[in-house]
């Protein structure tokens, strides 16, 4: 027996919502690790992470599609058109998924952006480190011996004195 296109987008609809639930859960263990700078924890999360993104494509356009084939647009407006062409107990049963999964992509954004922000501090405090090692600090940080602030205090990179 065929899945009538409320079936189909409801699976679709429950399927993005479990995705994004597993991605969320990634993405907190994935912030765990940053502030602990378990590189290992770190490229475990980011093998798992992938698979997950591609995963709510795939159900994305499948969402799409069944949108297509039932004559509505695509994106939300065609979402919530299709949703309110339903029978009640159905719409209303649409929009408490719809409305989870919202909020659960919020939520991995929000996760995302921070971790976003961790790797960023992270990446410029190497740089930084980096820099001073090859004697390059680009941002002036000493006073030189005549008591002029300067950024060229070291000329030498560090590693080369040692």
Do not use: W
């Not at 991605?23 to 602990?36: F, I, Q, V, Y």
């Not at 695509?74 to 107990?89: D, H, M, R, V």
């Not at 719409?91 to 929000?110: E, F, M, Q, R």
């Amino acid at each position: 027996m065929a899945m009538t296109s409320f079936q189909q987008m409801r699976s679709i609809l429950i399927a993005e919502k479990e995705t994004a639930m597993q991605l969320l859960s990634l993405l907190e263990g994935e912030r765990d690790a940053l502030t602990k700078s378990d590189s290992a924890m770190i490229d475990a999360s980011t093998a798992k992470k992938q698979p997950l993104v591609v995963k709510l494509e795939k159900l994305g356009r499948q969402r799409e599609m069944v949108l297509a084939s039932e004559g509505f647009s695509s994106g939300k407006e065609g979402l919530e058109a299709f949703i309110e062409n339903q029978t009640g107990q159905n719409a209303t049963g649409l929009t408490n998924i719809v409305s989870s999964l919202k909020i659960i992509a919020k939520a991995c954004k929000t996760h995302n952006q921070i971790n976003g922000g961790i790797v960023n501090v992270n990446r410029q405090h190497l740089q930084r480190a980096m820099n001073l090692l090859r004697g390059r600090e680009s941002h002036p940080t000493s006073y030189g011996p005549g008591g002029e602030y300067s950024s060229q205090v070291v000329r030498q990179p560090l590693l080369g004195r040692v």
